[in-house]
């Protein structure tokens, strides 16, 4: 009986410790250089993580200051009309900052797919960087508005970009309770990303400095394909 005993507790410890490296493995692994091997298995990989465990190991908070980013979303009724624009971020920051010892983390979610939209291999984010750069030198005008040098999306970063884009406008949606004037469900919802850049450290004593906002505005999602 002992040894059955035994045998069972070494086998739930086996167990465990193999559920528990193939975790590890998998949050190591999504963090790894972009491969053809992480393009691949992106979607096993996304579909395990997200969205509670999404990884982002940006070590001793680099810029802490930096900029404040959040989200808003406005909603088209079955009427066709579209409502304001609701401010998600906002009460959640609220939440969190009224409770701090057991904080909500319902923020994280947001958080999370700003910086998966954000997202991108550090040789591509520098390679688009020295482009962009070199498009605002350039003294002649790009043809029909773009310039050629744009390095393009790869797969990965679509794929991130679109589950992104659906996780955000799904959490929205689930904030926005009675915004319809008919009192009916809501049927699309769009979602708008704001960057606040705030002024540098050194001038935290300009009363003539000023803020930065950058919006960027996700397309239309239709709540059947959300739910």
Known sequence: MIARHRRIQRAALLAGAALLGAHFFLAAFSQAPLSPAKIRLHGLISGYLEPYFTQNWSLFAPNPTKDDEGIIARAKCSGGSVTDFYDVTGPLIKETQEDRFFPSR??????????????????????????????????????????????????????????????????????????????????????????????????????????????????????????
């Open 106 to 227: 319902t923020v994280r979610l947001v958080s999370n797919g700003i910086n998966q939209l954000n997202d991108s291999d550090d040789l591509l984010l520098r390679l688009r960087q020295k482009e962009e750069e070199k498009n605002n030198t350039e003294d002649s005008p790009a043809k029909d508005g773009k310039r050629d040098h744009v390095i393009p999306l790869t797969p990965y970063e679509k794929s991130q970009h679109e589950d992104a884009e659906r996780s955000l406008s799904r959490f929205s949606l689930t904030r926005m309770h009675d915004v319809c004037p008919d009192g009916t469900e809501p049927t699309a919802v769009q979602v708008r990303m704001y960057i606040k850049t705030l002024p540098p450290w050194s001038q935290r004593k300009n009363s003539e400095a000023k803020s930065k906002v950058d919006l960027y505005d996700l397309p239309w999602k239709k709540a059947v394909d959300l739910r």
